[in-house]
């Protein structure tokens, strides 16, 4: 996925660092020179098989991102209402990215153009004031996430801060999450400093940690979608490395995925490969369950039925936490499991925005029971 040592690369989006699908032909559009895509964090893009006309190119993505609605297009003012970026060495016939620029004797100089936006559409649509005209009426909205407010430009003039790791851990411990995102907007080894924090042998320690990376990733990634995204490829190979200990790296994951769900949903499907590791298990499983709480629908996207047993495990905190996720995507399936589980008066902790919470197995059954019967 992404970037890697091989000539010839699948093309990655570069605000969540997903592989991104061969652009298509546009469907019944008046303006159509470009074929075009959307990666599943939002972004969209539009293909230039020959690399000279970037700027037809990125007319073309941002009306294609305002749903054919020109008039919103020329009112969004760059960066404050959208991101752009650009893959080079682009070839078009083989959907691959070629650092050698050239395909058998072909010379390749295509280029992939992206645009994010960075509100909500039905937002940006009041800068026409169309109050009148519901939103869902006039334009398609793009994405059934609700998108947080770009992050202030600061002060080009300002003395930039450097960021020294004592001072990263203070500010971290602390909670100041807005001092934080100040230090990363101007020296990512913020990043760094702060996942250095996740080893810290205190578990309440590195949950907190875990909680406050997530936030300021979450606000440093409305201006740099991408540090964030390298940083959790960084997170997982860490994970995956049989060397090293990966102590809060997927409760970090778990928060950052759900603090920024919009962008970073993709990742989630990886957090399942842990799941199977007792020394993993109730991390993978708390991940799932908070990021279901804000968007149950990515959840149920994995191949979640794998957890469906858990619901029965003889650990308790496996079984709380199994319990906590499923109550959470309405898992009806397990339904009758998890009655079974409402006089358990097994004691866990479970960790709501970095703080310890105690309950119990039964506690959690009930509250999962009445999130399932809320619609009924």
Same mark, same amino acid.
């Given at each position: 996925?992404?970037?890697?040592?091989?000539?010839?690369?699948?093309?990655?989006?570069?605000?969540?660092?997903?592989?991104?699908? *061969?652009?298509?032909?546009?469907?019944?559009?008046?303006?159509?020179? %470009?074929?075009?895509?959307?990666?599943?964090?939002?972004?969209? @893009?539009?293909?230039?098989?020959?690399? %000279? +006309?970037?700027?037809?190119?990125?007319?073309?993505?941002?009306?294609?991102?305002?749903?054919? +609605?020109?008039?919103?297009?020329?009112?969004?003012?760059?960066?404050?209402? @959208?991101?752009?970026?650009?893959?080079?060495? @682009?070839?078009?016939?083989?959907?691959?990215?070629?650092?050698?620029?050239?395909?058998?004797?072909?010379?390749?100089?295509?280029?992939?153009?992206? $645009?994010?936006?960075?509100?909500? $559409?039905?937002?940006?649509?009041?800068?026409?004031?169309?109050?009148?005209?519901?939103?869902?009426?006039?334009?398609?909205?793009?994405?059934?996430?609700?998108?947080?407010?770009?992050?202030? !430009?600061?002060?080009?003039? &300002?003395?930039?801060?450097? !960021?020294?790791? *004592?001072?990263?851990?203070?500010?971290?411990?602390?909670?100041?999450?807005?001092?934080?995102?100040?230090?990363?907007?101007?020296?990512?080894?913020?990043?760094?400093?702060?996942?250095?924090?996740?080893?810290?042998?205190?578990?309440?320690?590195?949950?907190?940690?875990?909680?406050?990376?997530?936030?300021?990733?979450?606000?440093?990634?409305?201006?740099?979608?991408? !540090?964030?995204?390298?940083?959790?490829?960084?997170?997982?190979?860490?994970?995956?490395?049989?060397?090293?200990?990966?102590?809060?790296?997927?409760?970090?994951?778990?928060?950052?995925?759900?603090?920024?769900?919009?962008?970073?949903?993709?990742?989630?499907?990886?957090?399942?490969?842990?799941?199977?590791?007792?020394?993993?298990?109730?991390?993978?499983?708390?991940?799932?369950?908070?990021?279901?709480?804000?968007?149950?629908?990515?959840?149920?996207?994995?191949? $979640?039925?794998?957890?469906?047993?858990?619901?029965?495990?003889?650990?308790? %905190?496996?079984?709380?936490?199994?319990?906590?996720?499923?109550? &959470?995507?309405?898992?009806?399936?397990?339904?009758?499991? $998890?009655?079974?589980?409402?006089?358990?008066?097994?004691?866990?902790?479970?960790?709501?925005?970095?703080?310890?919470?105690?309950?119990?197995?039964?506690?959690? !059954?009930?509250?999962?029971?009445?999130?399932?019967?809320?619609?009924?």
């Amino acid at each position: 996925m992404g970037k890697g040592a091989t000539t010839n690369l699948r093309p990655w989006c570069p605000f969540c660092g997903q592989d991104v699908q *061969q652009p298509q032909e546009p469907v019944q559009r008046k303006m159509d020179e %470009f074929k075009v895509g959307t990666c599943q964090c939002g972004a969209v @893009y539009t293909s230039d098989p020959t690399g %000279f +006309n970037v700027g037809a190119a990125m007319v073309e993505c941002l009306n294609y991102a305002c749903n054919d +609605n020109w008039d919103l297009a020329w009112e969004l003012m760059p960066d404050d209402d @959208y991101l752009t970026g650009i893959l080079d060495d @682009y070839d078009e016939v083989t959907h691959q990215v070629c650092k050698n620029r050239s395909i058998d004797g072909r010379k390749v100089s295509g280029v992939l153009y992206f $645009i994010r936006l960075t509100r909500d $559409i039905s937002e940006l649509s009041h800068k026409l004031k169309v109050h009148k005209i519901k939103t869902n009426e006039q334009i398609k909205p793009i994405s059934k996430f609700v998108i947080p407010q770009m992050e202030p !430009a600061r002060d080009p003039k &300002r003395k930039k801060k450097r !960021a020294k790791k *004592q001072e990263i851990k203070e500010l971290a411990f602390a909670g100041d999450i807005d001092s934080l995102v100040d230090f990363a907007l101007d020296d990512l080894k913020t990043l760094r400093f702060m996942q250095r924090l996740l080893y810290d042998p205190e578990e309440d320690k590195r949950w907190h940690c875990a909680h406050v990376l997530g936030q300021v990733s979450a606000r440093l990634s409305t201006r740099k979608p991408g !540090a964030v995204s390298d940083m959790l490829h960084r997170m997982y190979e860490s994970c995956t490395d049989s060397a090293s200990t990966h102590w809060g790296l997927l409760e970090a994951i778990g928060s950052i995925i759900a603090a920024r769900a919009d962008i970073f949903g993709g990742f989630a499907k990886h957090l399942l490969m842990f799941r199977g590791l007792p020394t993993s298990r109730v991390q993978v499983l708390w991940a799932m369950g908070t990021l279901a709480e804000k968007n149950p629908e990515i959840v149920r996207a994995t191949p $979640i039925y794998s957890v469906f047993e858990d619901v029965d495990h003889p650990d308790s %905190f496996t079984r709380g936490h199994a319990i906590r996720l499923l109550g &959470r995507i309405k898992a009806l399936e397990v339904k009758s499991e $998890i009655e079974k589980q409402v006089d358990d008066a097994a004691e866990l902790t479970v960790y709501e925005e970095g703080k310890p919470m105690q309950t119990t197995v039964g506690e959690l !059954a009930r509250e999962a029971l009445e999130l399932m019967t809320q619609d009924e």
